[in-house]
């Protein structure tokens, strides 16, 4: 079992729309939830950062995580054509002593069309 | 912002000849830099971290002989790719943490796609 696992899609929605986009996990140790932009070819780029349970709100983007349930999921309100890309989430069970590795789920690819 | 610059984005080798990625932090001392490995439509597997001065640390199932990495300085860590093999052939990708055990100040480098012929 995977101990991130997140939908690989695709996805495709129209310019506008509110995309939802989840990741479940199953180590419990994990208190650092982010999720992460790649577009084609490209290295992974930082949206948003959440530690432990909650809710984050970034323009657009809106991180939430429940760590009683494991799941996270990223929102995003009036998608753009340009936010089409694959979106990665990725966990830490965080601290030096673990060395912070990340975990990815395996992305989920996200097409907006005009 | 913290840029980590990566090279070459792209090459091409034959197989059996080795090769040699950088990975440098441009603004910044990066204490950590991680290697990943990621194949198409696929997550980044972490295939070894490593700290300044320190020997890499390399996960499960990661050949010590064949990826070499290299962390001499605050600024910059190579990994080479030693007698490639077309199964080699994939999309390899740095990230450099300033401050050790900080999940969120990871900055990731551009990648480079590797083929092997």
């Known amino acids: 079992q995977k101990e991130v696992e997140q939908d690989p899609g695709p996805l495709s929605v129209p310019e506008g729309a509110i995309v939802s986009l989840n990741c479940t996990y199953s180590n419990s140790a994990f208190q650092y939830f982010m999720w992460y932009r790649q577009y084609s070819r490209k290295g992974p780029e930082l949206l948003m950062y959440?530690?432990?349970?909650g809710n984050k709100e970034d323009g657009r983007f809106t991180a939430q995580v429940d760590k009683s349930s494991k799941y996270i999921s990223l929102f995003i309100r009036d998608s753009q054509p340009s936010d089409s890309a694959t979106y990665l989430c990725?966990?830490?069970?965080?601290?030096?002593?673990?060395?912070?590795?990340?975990?990815f789920g395996e992305g989920t690819q996200l097409t907006v069309n005009p | 912002g913290a840029v980590v610059s990566q090279h070459p984005s792209w090459v091409i080798c034959k197989s059996g000849t080795s090769v040699k990625i950088e990975c440098r932090s441009l603004?910044?001392?990066?204490?950590?830099m991680f290697w990943y490995r990621q194949f198409p439509k696929q997550s980044l597997m972490l295939m070894a971290t490593s700290n300044e001065g320190s020997k890499a640390t390399y996960e499960q199932g990661v050949e010590k002989d064949k990826f070499l990495i290299n962390h001499a300085s605050l600024t910059l860590s190579t990994l080479t790719v030693t007698s490639a093999h077309p199964e080699d052939s994939s999309f390899y990708i740095c990230?450099?943490?300033?401050?050790?055990?900080?999940?969120?100040?990871?900055?990731f480098g551009s990648g480079t796609r590797l083929t092997v012929v």
């Open positions: 990230s450099a943490s300033r401050i050790r055990g900080l999940s969120n100040g990871y900055t």
């Open positions: 603004d910044f001392q990066a204490t950590t």
């Open positions: 959440t530690y432990s349970s």
């Open positions: 990725a966990m830490s069970a965080g601290g030096e002593t673990s060395g912070s590795r990340l975990t």
